[in-house]
């Protein structure tokens, strides 16, 4: 029961991290229905700027955790929404009537582009940083000495991604921008006749998806302490998996996928071999579409005539 509860709360922090890249997916498809395959590099580049400010801060003599966290994250984030809104801007703008094989291939190779990019400016070796938040709680002792434990780090990131879901479901459902996405998902030409920016609407949705993805990042870099510049890649493919097994579209769909990922994950890694660790989430995914095709929470997508 102990080792199980352990695995659960391993599970519950990588399920966060892939939940928050997996938003930037499901709201860029849902509003322009297309998939951002650079996403997962837009949160390889948050992960870098993050390891560069912990980096500088602590050169400036700014070491209490709190203080640099927060800076490390707005400065990710404004890092991270530049890159999200080129992106956008010269990699599916100038391609949004054509047809969607050739905004898919555009957005691969702006992945790469990026990879190599970041592999360039930075080296192909992996980049460290020291512990930023250390100590926990134990929650259970065995008398054998297991114990379970949670970090600080992993309450953190499980509090700020929830903290995020409410506060983009609360933007989504309650202001003027959140109407002018939904009204763009729903139909984008109707929504351009009615006054809404949909250029500009579209630009935010991928500045707001690319702001999380940083988040994501930055989580990641302090959890694991170490970074490289092909993280992007499977990370990026997961929260994709992610997406689709909670109903690609459905921001409540992109965080229950991501959670369900993240346990699979955790506890075929704790249970059986880790080699497959892989092979048993997407074999969840094939599961799941073959019986539920739109996903946990998707809906039938109904065609306009």
């Given at each position: 029961?102990?080792?199980?509860?352990?695995?659960?709360?391993?599970?519950?922090?990588?399920?966060?991290?892939?939940?928050?890249?997996?938003?930037?997916?499901?709201?860029?498809?849902?509003?322009?229905?297309?998939?951002?395959?650079?996403?997962?590099?837009?949160?390889?580049?948050?992960?870098?700027?993050?390891?560069?400010?912990?980096?500088?801060?602590?050169?400036?003599?700014?070491?209490?955790?709190?203080?640099?966290?927060?800076?490390?994250?707005?400065?990710?984030?404004?890092?991270?929404?530049?890159?999200?809104?080129?992106?956008?801007?010269?990699?599916?703008?100038?391609l949004r009537g054509a047809p969607r094989l050739?905004?898919?291939?555009?957005?691969?190779?702006?992945?790469?582009?990026?990879?190599?990019?970041?592999?360039?400016?930075?080296?192909?070796?992996?980049?460290?940083?020291?512990?930023?938040?250390?100590?926990?709680?134990?929650?259970?002792?065995?008398?054998?000495?297991?114990?379970?434990?949670?970090?600080?780090?992993?309450?953190?990131?499980?509090?700020?991604?929830?903290?995020?879901?409410?506060?983009?479901?609360a933007l989504i459902n309650g202001t003027p921008?959140?109407?002018?996405?939904?009204?763009?998902?729903?139909?984008?030409?109707?929504?351009?006749?009615?006054?809404?920016?949909?250029?500009?609407?579209?630009?935010?949705?991928?500045?707001?998806?690319?702001?999380?993805?940083?988040?994501?990042?930055?989580?990641?870099?302090?959890?694991?302490?170490?970074?490289?510049?092909?993280?992007?890649?499977?990370?990026?493919?997961?929260?994709?998996?992610?997406?689709?097994?909670?109903?690609?579209?459905?921001?409540?769909?992109?965080?229950?996928?991501?959670?369900?990922?993240?346990?699979?994950?955790?506890?075929?890694?704790?249970?059986?071999?880790?080699?497959?660790?892989?092979?048993?989430?997407?074999?969840?995914?094939?599961?799941?579409?073959?019986?539920?095709?739109t996903g946990l929470l998707g809906r039938p997508?109904?065609?306009?005539?």
């Open positions: 029961m102990e080792y199980f509860l352990q695995q659960l709360i391993n599970g519950l922090t990588l399920g966060a991290i892939y939940g928050l890249i997996a938003i930037g997916y499901t709201m860029v498809y849902g509003i322009i229905g297309m998939i951002n395959f650079a996403h997962g590099e837009i949160y390889m580049i948050g992960a870098f700027v993050a390891v560069i400010a912990f980096i500088v801060l602590g050169l400036a003599g700014i070491t209490w955790a709190p203080a640099a966290i927060a800076l490390v994250l707005l400065l990710s984030m404004a890092f991270t929404a530049v890159y999200g809104w080129t992106v956008e801007r010269f990699a599916y703008r100038p050739a905004p898919l291939i555009s957005a691969i190779g702006m992945s790469i582009l990026l990879q190599n990019y970041v592999q360039l400016l930075q080296g192909a070796r992996v980049k460290p940083i020291p512990p930023v938040v250390q100590g926990g709680f134990t929650i259970i002792e065995r008398a054998d000495g297991f114990a379970v434990n949670i970090s600080y780090l992993q309450i953190l990131i499980i509090l700020t991604t929830v903290a995020l879901m409410a506060g983009f479901t921008l959140g109407r002018a996405q939904r009204a763009c998902e729903q139909d984008k030409k109707m929504a351009g006749l009615l006054g809404v920016d949909v250029d500009r609407t579209i630009s935010l949705t991928f500045v707001m998806g690319a702001a999380l993805a940083a988040v994501a990042g930055v989580m990641v870099t302090m959890y694991y302490g170490v970074i490289d510049f092909f993280i992007g890649f499977l990370a990026g493919v997961k929260a994709f998996t992610a997406a689709v097994l909670g109903g690609i579209g459905s921001l409540p769909g992109a965080m229950l996928g991501g959670l369900a990922i993240g346990l699979i994950e955790a506890f075929w890694s704790g249970y059986f071999s880790i080699e497959y660790k892989d092979v048993a989430a997407f074999s969840i995914l094939v599961l799941v579409l073959i019986f539920r095709p997508e109904i065609e306009k005539v």
